[in-house]
């Protein structure tokens, strides 16, 4: 059975910081691209940020700087750290695993909220 569990969500105020995790069970881990995802009330859900098996990595353009995204393969954990948070940053964010070799299996967390506000 495939898990995504996301955690580390909150209210925070503008500046300030959170580390989201998401933590994966059920398939294998080192073999996905991990992914953050955000969807914003009335926004179509976007990609964040994604890191590759292999550890590439790359981010919208809003959260460069800002945002960091990183995987532990051995706790089949992965990470996004993020930093100088904005209203506009304010959103459900969810943690997405895709298949490397066939982009078509992919799995999705069930989303933890994110809120920004002073």
């Known amino acids: 059975q495939v898990v995504l569990v996301e955690s580390g969500g909150g209210l925070v105020q503008p500046g300030g910081s959170l580390r989201l995790s998401c933590a994966a069970s059920?398939?294998?881990?080192?073999?996905?691209?991990m992914g953050w995802y955000r969807q914003a009330p009335g926004k179509q859900r976007e990609l964040v940020a994604g890191?590759?098996?292999?550890?590439?990595?790359n981010y919208i353009n809003s959260v460069k700087g800002r945002f960091t995204i990183s995987r532990d393969n051995a706790k089949k954990t992965v990470y996004l750290q993020m930093n100088s948070l904005k209203a506009e940053d304010t959103a459900v964010y969810y943690c997405?695993?895709?298949?490397?070799?066939?982009?078509?299996?992919?799995?999705w967390g069930q989303g933890t909220q994110v809120t920004v506000s002073s």
């Open positions: 059920g398939f294998t881990f080192n073999s996905y691209t």
């Open positions: 997405n695993a895709k298949f490397e070799v066939s982009a078509t299996l992919e799995y």
């Open positions: 890191i590759t098996s292999r550890g590439s990595t």
